[in-house]
């Protein structure tokens, strides 16, 4: 895995939380939220895709960094945001901001825990138990 698919995977995994919901209004959460009853099979399956989506993900992301590799991440991200905030580059007032940094945030924990096993395997030279095929 290089640098680019590195990049992939941070985008799939914030692209897959942007596609279920985002202050826009053109998440699946909206689409359904605007009238159930129009449009129910293709809504049915652009749920069941986004339900795929996040099971590979939240898989793979919780065999490669748990629980407390999630809380850590999000930790950090916490952190950013309040040096952010206290050098007066974030503005909480903004509700808007907010809500995107954290949707993003977690869209960047289910991309990191989608390339962890790869960064561990770059950083130690070691292997996980999984990786059978090399």
Known sequence: MGFIGFLLRMCF????VLATYNPTGTSWVQWVADG?????PLKVLAGVVLLIGY???LRASFRSIGVIGKL??????AALAWVAYDYGYLNVED???????????MGLI???GLSWSHIRRMIS??????????
Request: hydrophobic residues 60%; proline residues 0%; without cysteine.
């Open 55 to 57: 099971v590979i993900v």
């Open 125 to 134: 030279g070691q292997a996980d138990m999984d990786d059978v095929d090399q």
């Open 36 to 40: 159930f009853e129009t449009d129910l």
């Open 13 to 16: 995994g914030v692209g897959l």
């Open 110 to 112: 289910l991309g990191l």
């Open 72 to 77: 850590l991440a999000a930790a950090l991200l």
């Open 95 to 105: 509700e808007g901001l907010i809500e995107w940094l954290v949707l993003v945030a």
